[in-house]
Antibody, heavy 118, light 108 residues
Framework: QVQLVQSGAEVKKPGASVKVSCKAS????????LHWVRQTPGQGLEWMGI????????SHAQKFQGRVTMTRDTSTSTVYMELSSLRSEDTAVYYC???????????WGQGTLVTVSS | EIGLTQSPGTLSLSPGERATLSCRAS???????LAWYQQKPGQAPRLLIY???SRATGIPDRFSGSGSGTDFTLTISRLEPEDFAVYYC?????????FGQGTKVEIK
């Protein structure tokens, strides 16, 4: 079973960017698509996008068009999610999660709290 | 986008009782691509059910899922103390993937 370890909490000012990392253990990094999901008090759980760690291809929710970038580093089994033009509504816990045989999420990272505040 | 509405918002029950949680979709979920998760405070969600009715690895058989189309149900046959938590449904039949707003199962 793959384990996902995320980077630590961040505090950012409005308009800034944040980059969250998610490191996968084991040698299954390129075998499972990885998703980003965030959780806010107001919106609950919200899917942001998906990355294929093998090919590097991505797809994201229309809501985050132009603001989210997902990348990966196969040498370190790490994926990254960068969100730009931050606003207060982006304050949330951001999770990475691997999918199973379809897009349900069997393994989750521990979450990264991102706080956007002036 | 498929909207998911969970009911009730809060369920107050005692240990040993049966819990029935509902998840209704705004349009049909293809191939019963619906999952259920349990979340406790300070923790990531934990997968319970996928494919509407398949239990994830290690999930006790007191948890069961059913339904198709637009109506899905998660049943906990006899509540154990560790089952008091928030439960979410998620559809993965069409993009964007979406979640319900959650049902909190609390101790009565």
């Amino acid at each position: 079973q793959v384990q996902l370890v995320q980077s630590g909490a961040e505090v950012k000012k409005p308009g800034a960017s944040v980059k969250v990392s998610c490191k996968a253990s084991g040698n299954t990094f390129t075998n499972s698509y990885l998703h980003w999901v965030r959780q806010t008090p107001g919106q609950g759980l919200e899917w942001m996008g998906i990355i294929n760690p093998s090919a590097g291809s991505t797809s994201h929710a229309q809501k985050f068009q132009g603001r989210v970038t997902m990348t990966r580093d196969t040498s370190t089994s790490t994926v990254y999610m960068e969100l730009s033009s931050l606003r207060s509504e982006d304050t949330a816990v951001y999770y990475c999660a691997t999918e199973g045989s379809s897009s349900w999420f069997g393994n989750w990272g521990q979450g990264t709290l991102v706080t956007v505040s002036s | 986008e498929i909207g998911l509405t969970q009911s009730p918002g809060t369920l107050s029950l005692s240990p040993g009782e049966r819990a029935t949680l509902s998840c209704r979709a705004s349009q049909s979920v293809s191939s019963s691509y619906l999952a259920w998760y349990q979340q406790k405070p300070g923790q990531a969600p934990r997968l319970l059910i996928y494919g509407a009715s398949s239990r994830a690895t290690g999930i006790p058989d007191r948890f069961s899922g059913s339904g198709s189309g637009t109506d899905f149900t998660l049943t906990i046959s006899r509540l154990e103390p560790e089952d008091f938590a928030v439960y979410y449904c998620q559809q993965y039949g069409s993009s964007p993937l979406t979640f319900g707003q959650g049902t909190k199962v609390e101790i009565k």
